[in-house]
């Protein structure tokens, strides 16, 4: 005996009422024989999964960073630095009732993913001015060479793109060389304005919720991301279930009428609102049918 499914059609034909186009779900409940004669003891509940998307933007400052304002007229970070922001959440859900292979249902596909940077978010290249002698040069001399190496790969560039170089370089070639042109000199720039790296990651969490109060999913701060639920020093990421009371509605008269045939009691799914909120912020939404906020009924054994 499998998890059997009504439709508003059916269920109207067997009990009589209108559920204004809803499609009802129902397992039965209790101790249910399987397909394969063996025995268990089925109490369906309805599993939510939440897959929270978060930004993070990392700035690591670059060993040149206080001379910045000095070449470039802008002020760089001058300390490392690390923020978070929330994109939103998305919600399904999966029933932990039992099938007739005597396994959870299907838990709905993985949505979580990292997409990160390309290349290190620490280490700066070795991209000091070339060295023509064994001569150390101080912070502030390195510096000034790498600043005027930036200058010269602006002045190069721009001798490309008028035609200064045409009759030596064209083409795919002047592509290729304006696009080397483009990295090196953002290599420079790093060693001034560092690294600045944006990776977006989801997180999925799983909840079985009970009742009508919101159950805390995680917590989240801006400059640590998502953290476990009992971390107070985060702004509590809540789920929160609004049941329609759908279930109820349709079968509201069932243990009033009287039956001389066999009876089984069924779990039935309620139309529950279910929201994720951040404060007053919401970051998603969907109307889910769970079995913990419908109703139980009996009816016939076909």
């Given at each position: 005996?499998?998890?059997?499914?009504f439709?508003?059609a059916?269920?109207c034909?067997?009990?009589?009422f209108?559920?204004?186009?809803?499609?009802?779900?129902?397992?039965?409940?209790?101790d249910?024989?399987?397909?394969?004669?063996?025995?268990?003891?089925?109490?369906?509940?309805?599993?939510?999964?939440v897959?929270?998307?978060?930004v993070?933007?990392k700035?690591?400052?670059?060993?040149?960073?206080?001379?910045?304002?000095?070449?470039f007229?802008?002020?760089?970070?001058?300390?490392?630095?690390?923020?978070y922001?929330?994109?939103g959440?998305?919600?399904?859900c999966?029933?932990?009732d039992?099938?007739?292979s005597?396994?959870?249902?299907m838990?709905?596909?993985?949505?979580?993913?990292?997409i990160?940077?390309?290349g290190?978010?620490?280490e700066f290249?070795?991209?000091?001015?070339?060295r023509?002698?064994?001569?150390v040069?101080s912070?502030?001399s390195a510096?000034?060479?790498?600043?005027?190496?930036?200058?010269f790969?602006?002045?190069?560039?721009?001798?490309?793109?008028?035609?200064?170089?045409?009759e030596t370089v064209y083409?795919?070639g002047?592509?290729?060389?304006?696009?080397?042109?483009d990295?090196?000199?953002r290599?420079?720039?790093e060693?001034?304005?560092?690294?600045?790296t944006v990776?977006?990651v989801?997180?999925?969490?799983v909840?079985t919720?009970?009742?009508?109060d919101?159950?805390?999913?995680?917590?989240?701060?801006d400059?640590a991301g998502?953290?476990?639920?009992?971390?107070?020093?985060?702004?509590?990421?809540?789920l929160?279930?609004r049941?329609?009371g759908?279930a109820?509605?349709?079968?509201q008269t069932d243990?009033?009428?009287a039956s001389k045939?066999?009876?089984?009691e069924y779990a039935?799914k309620?139309?529950?609102d279910?929201?994720v909120?951040?404060?007053?912020?919401?970051?998603?939404?969907?109307?889910?049918?769970?079995?913990?906020y419908g109703?139980?009924v009996?009816?016939?054994?076909?």
């Amino acid at each position: 005996m499998g998890r059997i499914k009504f439709l508003l059609a059916a269920a109207c034909a067997v009990m009589g009422f209108s559920a204004y186009g809803q499609v009802l779900e129902i397992t039965p409940v209790g101790d249910v024989v399987l397909e394969n004669g063996q025995r268990a003891y089925v109490m369906p509940q309805t599993t939510v999964v939440v897959d929270i998307t978060i930004v993070m933007e990392k700035v690591v400052t670059g060993p040149y960073a206080r001379f910045a304002q000095e070449y470039f007229g802008v002020i760089a970070p001058l300390a490392d630095k690390e923020t978070y922001s929330l994109v939103g959440a998305e919600l399904g859900c999966y029933d932990m009732d039992r099938t007739p292979s005597h396994e959870p249902g299907m838990l709905p596909a993985d949505r979580t993913a990292a997409i990160p940077f390309d290349g290190s978010d620490t280490e700066f290249p070795r991209v000091l001015p070339d060295r023509h002698s064994t001569a150390v040069s101080s912070p502030e001399s390195a510096a000034r060479d790498a600043a005027n190496a930036v200058f010269f790969i602006r002045q190069r560039r721009a001798e490309l793109v008028t035609g200064d170089y045409a009759e030596t370089v064209y083409g795919a070639g002047l592509g290729d060389a304006i696009d080397r042109l483009d990295k090196m000199e953002r290599e420079y720039l790093e060693l001034f304005f560092g690294k600045r790296t944006v990776t977006t990651v989801t997180k999925r969490y799983v909840i079985t919720p009970q009742g009508s109060d919101g159950v805390v999913i995680c917590r989240f701060r801006d400059n640590a991301g998502l953290l476990p639920a009992d971390d107070l020093s985060g702004e509590p990421i809540v789920l929160e279930c609004r049941p329609r009371g759908t279930a109820a509605s349709v079968f509201q008269t069932d243990r009033r009428r009287a039956s001389k045939t066999e009876e089984a009691e069924y779990a039935v799914k309620d139309i529950v609102d279910c929201r994720v909120m951040l404060g007053r912020r919401e970051l998603g939404a969907a109307v889910l049918p769970m079995y913990q906020y419908g109703v139980k009924v009996s009816l016939p054994v076909k």
